[in-house]
C-alpha cells in the first residue's frame, strides 16, 4: 500500500465520520462515542502524516508551501476539535461548529487528494511511497 492509499483510507473514514456526526441530536452516547472515535482519528492521522507523508516532502522546495499550509489547517482543525470540546453537547451550537470542523477537513482532505497527492506523487520514488506507506500504517496501529 502507498502512501497516497493509506492517506485516502482514513481520509474516507473521517469523511464517513463527519457524515453520521451530522445526523446526530443532543447529549446521546452515539453523538459522544462517534465523536470520540473521529477525535481519535484526525489526531493520530495528523500525527502520522505529517510524520511519514509531510516531512519527507519538506526537503523538496516545489513541496515546502503546500506543506506548511497542510500544517497549517491540521492547526485549524485542532482549534475547531477544542472548541467542540469545550462546548456542551446538547447546544445547538456544538452542530454549528460540527459542521465548520466538516467543511474545514472536507477542504483540507480535498486540498491533499487533489493537488498535494499529484505534487508529491512527482516528487516522491515509487519505492518511497511504498515504504512511507508501510511506516504510516505502522504509526496508525502504535498510535491506535
Not at 485516502?8 to 473521517?14: A, G, L, P, T, W
Not at 445526523?23 to 465523536?35: K, L
Not at 516532502?57 to 500544517?71: C, K
Not at 489547517?73 to 476539535?81: A, K, N, R, Y
Request: glycine fraction near 2%; avoid cysteine.
Amino acid at each position: 500500500m502507498t502512501i497516497f492509499e493509506a492517506l485516502r483510507q482514513d481520509h474516507e473514514k473521517q469523511r464517513l465520520l463527519l457524515k453520521i456526526l451530522v445526523e446526530t441530536h443532543g447529549d446521546t452516547a452515539a453523538r459522544r462515542e462517534y465523536f470520540d472515535e473521529l477525535k481519535d482519528q484526525l489526531e493520530r492521522h495528523a500525527t502520522a502524516e505529517e510524520r511519514h507523508f509531510y516531512m519527507p516532502l519538506m526537503e523538496d522546495d516545489n513541496a515546502v508551501e503546500l506543506t506548511r499550509h497542510g500544517i497549517a489547517e491540521h492547526h485549524e482543525i485542532d482549534e475547531l476539535v477544542e472548541k467542540l470540546d469545550d462546548t456542551e453537547f446538547s447546544s445547538p451550537a456544538w452542530l454549528r461548529f460540527l459542521k465548520q470542523l466538516k467543511e474545514q477537513v472536507e477542504h483540507h482532505l480535498d486540498d491533499e487528494e487533489q493537488e498535494f497527492f499529484q505534487i508529491a506523487g512527482r516528487i516522491l520514488k515509487e519505492k518511497q511511497k511504498k515504504d512511507l506507506g508501510e511506516a504510516y500504517r505502522e504509526e496508525m496501529s502504535e498510535l491506535a
